[in-house]
């Protein structure tokens, strides 16, 4: 009997202790990663990539970037690197109805931000267009998770790759004769139609747009005196560009642009194609030579688009 006694004072001893412990709150993982991974991005453009994945992890998570490193060489990014750049920022999204440049600033914003953060509250990895200034290539980068029940810190949770930013996206190139004042018996110039476009930046320049339509000999055609017009009632640069006046020279067709990440940035008819005719009084054939393109832009600066049309120009 007192060993009865003595095994119910003791069970009642330990359960009286554990009673005491404090039952610790939560689980935190040490199993944190990145999905997709690598998170593929572009120099310049920003990005998000979903929240880190937390392995059952107790919520909320909160984040803290640790280091980022060079995958090739393992150098460490410094806190030049890792320096906040002046950047525009979108308020609101732009829209068609967005046509002057007091609409449009309202709903830009420029701002400081650095080109690598990660969020605190779900450890979602921000690229912003301060990526510009990176090298291209995969960069791999530790994190401090903490929660409820504790912290961990997490190496080489995840890993970037930077493709090199493309600055411009050419989806259309045609031209074509036609007969001397109507839209019939159309011809390509080129075979299959494609015709040779030359694209230069100066990224130093102002921020300007300027088109040149040139002859099969090299010389320019002259969009002032009425050498280049608009074909018909189909859309030109000009409707995707409301925010600054067209001006014309002897020899381009000239526009300033808002410097956008991306630019035009609305379409007509779910395209940005632009349609311009030479007319048949100033070719040496004596038919219409009607170039049509679609570019979009990804930076700032001046840009040059020559068409070369593939026709002789009329002697004068």
């Not at 001006?247 to 035009?264: C, Q, V, Y």
Request: glycine share 8%; charged share 25%.
């Amino acid at each position: 009997m007192k060993l009865k006694y003595i095994i119910i004072t003791l069970g009642i001893t330990v359960a009286g202790i554990a009673a005491c412990e404090k039952v610790p709150e939560g689980y935190i993982s040490d199993k944190f990663a990145y999905r997709p991974n690598p998170f593929i991005a572009m120099q310049g453009l920003t990005a998000y990539s979903p929240s880190i994945e937390a392995d059952g992890s107790t919520l909320p998570l909160t984040v803290k970037l640790l280091e980022v490193r060079d995958k090739s060489t393992g150098k460490v990014l410094d806190s030049n690197d890792l320096r906040p750049r002046e950047i525009t920022t979108y308020l609101a999204e732009l829209l068609p109805t967005d046509t002057t440049l007091e609409l449009l600033n309202k709903k830009l914003s420029r701002g400081m931000k650095r080109p690598f953060e990660i969020q605190e509250n779900g450890g979602r990895i921000i690229l912003t267009a301060g990526t510009e200034y990176w090298d291209t290539g995969r960069y791999v980068f530790d994190v401090q998770v903490t929660n409820i029940r504790g912290t961990r810190t997490i190496k080489n949770v995840g890993e970037v790759l930077l493709n090199p930013k493309v600055y411009y996206e050419v989806v259309r190139r045609t031209v074509t004769t036609s007969d001397n004042g109507s839209e019939t018996n159309f011809q390509d110039v080129y075979a299959g139609g494609q015709m040779p476009l030359t694209i230069d930046r100066d990224p130093a320049g102002p921020h300007r747009i300027i088109l040149k339509f040139k002859d099969k000999n090299g010389k320019n055609f002259n969009p002032k005196m009425g050498e280049i017009v608009y074909r018909g009632d189909r859309p030109h640069f000009q409707k995707y560009n409301p925010f600054f006046k067209e001006e014309r020279t002897d020899s381009t067709i000239e526009f300033g642009h808002p410097n956008l990440a991306k630019f035009p940035f609305f379409m007509v008819n779910n395209d940005v194609s632009s349609y311009y005719r030479i007319p048949a009084a100033f070719t040496e054939a004596v038919r219409n030579v009607n170039a049509t393109f679609s570019v979009t832009f990804y930076g700032g600066g001046t840009w040059t688009l020559t068409m070369h049309t593939g026709v002789a120009r009329k002697p004068i």
